[in-house]
């Protein structure tokens, strides 16, 4: 079956420090990847996605790489801001006519201090 | 515009006592939906996910039930809960190639 494997947390940096959070995936076919954020007390929220192998997702400064060669979808960030302190999930969906049939990660908190 | 809610927001429950969280779909017509289910400390899990009126597909054997009695309602149900049962519940549908999730509902069982 999908499988979804993240780094585990939780990770602390300080604010403008460099961030990358590893994912990696086993499946099927050719999945989408996502990364999804919670933050606290709020539901889940989309961040990015890519749809094909060399993809780049990007929104609010992340960005994460659809690379087949390494089943990999690691999310990266330049510079972190206090308000990007949420819970980070990496998933996937191997589409077709059950495109919300998710698998995700366990997650990854994220604590950025001033 | 497509939305998503589900509601109660917040609960807390005695063992043994009975469950119903609804989730209801609005600007869009067979969509296919889905309940995922966040216990503490771990990650989203799959519980159940409908692609019509009726039908109810089961991902994970366990204490609940779901059913679609409307197009675009979607009904995730206990008997009796749990402890093992608290846990963060979020509905989800899927349109074309885009997921959207409810708010969430937090579930606590004491």
């Known amino acids: 079956g999908n499988s979804v494997t993240q780094m585990e947390g939780p990770v602390t940096l300080s604010e403008e420090a460099f961030l990358t959070i590893n994912c990696t995936y086993t499946a099927t076919g050719y999945p989408s990847l996502f990364w999804y954020v919670q933050y606290p007390g709020e539901g889940l929220q989309l961040l990015l996605k890519a749809t094909k192998a060399d993809d780049k997702g990007s929104n609010k400064g992340f960005e994460a790489t659809y690379r087949k060669e390494t089943t990999s979808f690691h999310l990266e960030k330049g510079s972190v801001q206090v308000s990007d302190s949420a819970v980070y999930f990496c998933?996937?969906?191997?589409?077709?006519?059950?495109?919300?049939?998710?698998?995700f990660g366990q997650g990854t908190i994220l604590t950025v201090h001033p | 515009s497509q939305t998503i809610h589900q509601w109660p927001a917040t609960l807390v429950q005695p063992v043994g006592s009975p469950l119903s969280l609804e989730c209801t779909v609005e600007?869009?017509?067979?969509?296919?939906l889905y309940w995922y289910r966040q216990a503490a400390g771990r990650g989203l899990q799959l519980l159940f996910y409908?692609?019509?009126?009726?039908?109810i597909s089961s991902e994970v054997p366990q204490n609940l039930s779901a059913s679609r009695p409307q197009d675009r309602q979607f009904i995730l149900s206990s008997k009796k809960l749990l402890l093992s049962d608290s846990g963060f519940y979020l509905c989800a549908y899927d349109s074309g190639n885009t997921i959207y999730f409810g708010e969430g509902s937090w579930l606590t069982v004491v």
């Open positions: 409908s692609v019509g009126i009726g039908q």
């Open positions: 600007g869009t017509s067979n969509p296919n």
């Open positions: 998933a996937l969906s191997e589409g077709g006519t059950s495109y919300g049939k998710l698998t």
